[in-house]
C-alpha cells in the first residue's frame, strides 16, 4: 500500500532548506477555494484605473474591455473560421504588447497549454448570472502577470502577446492573441461564442449545453470546479458525493490539479473507506496519522476538518481529501525551491507524488526520481508512472490547450486534429503518452498515445510502446489508410520501431528521431496501417 509519509519505518530527514522552503509555503485559502463568483460589475468608460496606456478599450456596451487597447492590433481571422473548428478571434499585435483582463473574474488557469504555448483562462459572471469564461493564448512563460487564484478586474494587464505555441507564420511573424469567449466556461462544459458579438454587447447565453441553466454554487460544492481551478476535473468519473472534495482540493495551489489527486485518490484507495495498510497508512487518501497531524505550512494540522462534522479525520471524505490536497501543495512547494537551488530535476507533480509515497527525504536524496532503494523500483516509480498515466483519465477534455473532442466529429480526423497541436513539440525519448508531453517533448508513441486518448475524449488508452501499439485495434490495407490510422515502420525482429498518424493525401503526422520535432511528412516506404478508434 501508499503512504503520505514515507515507507514505514523509513527515515525522512527535514533539511533547514525544506523547513524554510515549507514555512514560506502560502496555501490558497480551502475555506474559500470554491467559493461563489460575484456577478462582475459593469465596466464604466472613465472608471479609474490603469492608465489609457495600460488598460484595454472599452467595448460598446460598457460592461466589458477589449483585451488589447485601441490603435495596437489588427483583426486576422475570426471566429468559425477554418472549417468551423477557429474557436476564437486572432488579434494581430507586436510581440510585448500589453495583454488586460476582458471581465472581472477568477484565474483558473495560468500556464502551459497545447497549441497555445501559454494561455490564461479567467471565469466570470455576467450582471445578470451568466457564467462565462475568457481565454487568452500564444504567450510567452516570461510575459504572464497572473497565477491561478488570482482575482482581476477589467481593464488589468494580465499579459502581453506573444508568438508562443502554434502560430502562422512561425515566430515574430505569427505574433497575436487568441481571444475566445466560453458562456458556461471553457473548463466546465460550455461551448464557445464569437467573440467579436460578444465584445460588442451581445448577451452571455445563459444556459449550458443541453438547457440547464448555470450559477456558481455555495462552497464547498462548486458547480463543475466554476471560477476555481476544480473545473479541470472532468465529470462523472470518481463518486459524486467526493467529486466536490477533489475539485476544492485541487484548487489549492496551482502545482496539484483536481485530476492529478483523483488519479492517486484512485491509486491509493480506489476510493473504498475504512482502508488500512500494513503501513499503517488509512482512509482515502491513506495518511499515516503521524503526517495527519503534523504541522503544515499555515500552522495547522494537515487533516483539518473540512466538512464542518467537528471532526478532523482521516476517515471522513472531505477531511482525507482535503489533507490531501494540503499535502501534495506543500510538498509541490518544497520540491520546487529544490529545483530552484539545483538540488532536485523532474517535474514537480510526478516528483510530489514521489514524496508522498517514499518521503521527501528520498526525493533529495535521489536528485529527482526517488532511486535510492529497491523498494523505489519496485513501488515508488510504479506508483507515480500508474498515476501520470491515468491523470488523463480524470481530465476535462477541455483542461490542456486547444483540442476539445466533438462528439459529433468522425473520431479519425480529430486523431489528426489532436495531433497537429504538437506539430513544432520537440522529440525527447520516452517522451509523452496520454497525458501529453512530458520531460518538454514526445516520441512517436508518446504522440500517438496522447492524440488518441484526447480525441477519443478518453476513452482509448493506447500501451506505451510502438510495438505494443501494434496489437490494438483493426490492421487494414495501407492504401485504405484514413485520417487518425496508425501507420507503423521501421520493422525488426520484435515489431515496428516506428509510429505516426495517417493525416491524409499520403502524409502522416510524427515525431521522426532525436534532435527533430514532430512534423507532417510523407508516409514512409514499407508501412502498415491499424485502425485503433
Known amino acids: ?63 466589458r474591455t477589449y483585451p488589447l487597447a485601441a490603435g495596437t492590433y489588427t483583426v486576422t481571422d475570426h471566429f468559425g473560421t477554418r472549417g468551423g473548428s477557429h474557436q476564437g478571434v486572432d488579434y494581430a ?6 495583454m488586460f483582463a476582458a471581465a472581472p473574474g477568477n484565474v483558473v488557469a495560468s500556464g502551459p497549454a497545447s497549441g497555445f504555448g501559454q494561455w490564461i483562462i479567467i471565469d466570470s459572471v455576467d450582471a445578470d448570472g451568466s457564467p462565462f469564461a475568457t481565454v487568452y493564448g500564444h504567450i510567452f512563460p516570461d510575459d504572464l502577470r497572473v497565477k491561478v487564484g488570482d482575482v482581476v478586474k477589467a481593464g488589468d494587464h494580465i499579459a502581453a502577446v506573444g508568438y508562443n505555441g502554434e502560430v502562422q507564420p512561425p515566430g515574430p511573424g505569427g505574433s497575436h492573441l487568441h481571444f475566445e469567449v466560453w458562456p458556461g466556461g471553457r473548463l466546465t462544459g460550455g461551448s464557445p461564442i464569437d467573440p467579436e458579438s460578444w465584445l460588442a454587447g451581445a448577451a452571455t447565453p445563459k444556459a449550458r449545453p443541453g438547457g440547464t441553466p448555470s450559477t456558481p454554487s455555495p462552497a464547498p460544492v462548486c458547480e463543475d470546479g466554476f471560477g ?5 476535473l472532468a465529470d462523472g468519473v470518481v463518486p459524486p458525493e467526493l467529486d466536490p472534495w477533489y475539485r476544492k482540493a485541487g484548487s489549492l495551489c496551482p502545482q496539484i490539479t483536481p485530476s492529478l489527486l483523483a488519479a492517486q485518490g484512485k491509486q491509493e484507495s480506489g476510493f473504498q473507506r475504512g482502508l488500512s495498510s500494513p503501513d499503517n497508512a488509512q482512509g482515502l487518501a491513506q495518511f ?31 477531511d482525507a481529501i482535503i489533507g490531501q490536497g494540503r499535502y501534495m501543495c506543500a510538498l509541490a512547494a518544497i520540491i520546487d525551491g529544490w529545483k530552484a537551488a539545483g538540488r532536485v530535476q523532474g517535474d514537480t507533480p510526478a516528483l510530489a507524488l514521489g514524496a508522498y509515497n517514499a518521503g521527501e527525504g528520498s526525493v533529495l536524496a535521489s536528485g529527482g526520481m526517488p ?37 459529433s466529429s468522425p473520431v479519425g480526423g480529430q486523431i489528426v486534429d489532436a495531433a497537429r497541436q504538437y506539430l513544432g513539440t520537440p522529440y525527447v525519448y520516452g517522451g509523452g503518452g496520454p497525458q501529453g508531453p512530458s520531460n518538454g517533448g514526445l ?91
Open 288 to 318: 499515516i496519522p503521524s503526517t495527519a497531524i503534523a504541522t503544515a505550512p499555515d500552522g495547522r494540522p494537515y487533516i483539518i476538518d473540512a466538512d464542518g462534522n467537528g471532526l478532523a479525520s482521516v476517515w471522513d471524505d472531505g
Open 371 to 407: 532511486n535510492q532503494i529497491p523498494r523505489h523500483f519496485s513501488e515508488t516509480q510504479p506508483y507515480i508512472r500508474i498515476i501520470l498515466d491515468n491523470e488523463p483519465n480524470f481530465r476535462a477534455a477541455a483542461a490542456t490547450g486547444r483540442f476539445v473532442p466533438s462528439p
Open 443 to 533: 516520441d512517436c508513441s508518446g504522440l500517438t498515445s496522447a492524440a488518441v486518448h484526447a480525441a477519443s475524449g478518453g476513452t482509448v488508452t493506447l500501451p506505451r510502446t510502438s510495438e505494443q501499439q501494434w496489437s490494438v485495434g483493426t490492421e487494414i490495407p495501407i492504401d485504405q489508410a484514413q485520417p487518425g490510422d496508425l501507420v507503423f515502420g521501421e520493422w525488426g525482429s520484435g515489431g515496428p520501431g516506428h509510429v505516426g498518424i495517417a493525416s491524409g493525401n499520403g502524409q502522416m503526422i510524427h515525431a521522426p528521431q532525436p534532435g527533430d520535432v514532430v512534423k507532417e511528412a510523407p508516409v514512409q516506404s514499407g508501412m502498415r496501417a491499424r485502425r485503433v478508434a
Open 93 to 98: 499585435a507586436s510581440a510585448g504588447t500589453a
Open 228 to 232: 476555481t481551478q476544480g473545473g479541470q
Open 1 to 63: 500500500m501508499k503512504t503520505a509519509a514515507g515507507f514505514a519505518g523509513a527515515v525522512v530527514l527535514l533539511p533547514l532548506l525544506m523547513i524554510a522552503v515549507l514555512l514560506a509555503v502560502v496555501f490558497v485559502d480551502d475555506k474559500d477555494a470554491c467559493a461563489p463568483t460575484r456577478p462582475v460589475a459593469a465596466v464604466v468608460q472613465g472608471d479609474p484605473g490603469p492608465a489609457p496606456a495600460e488598460r484595454g478599450s472599452p467595448a460598446p456596451s460598457g460592461e
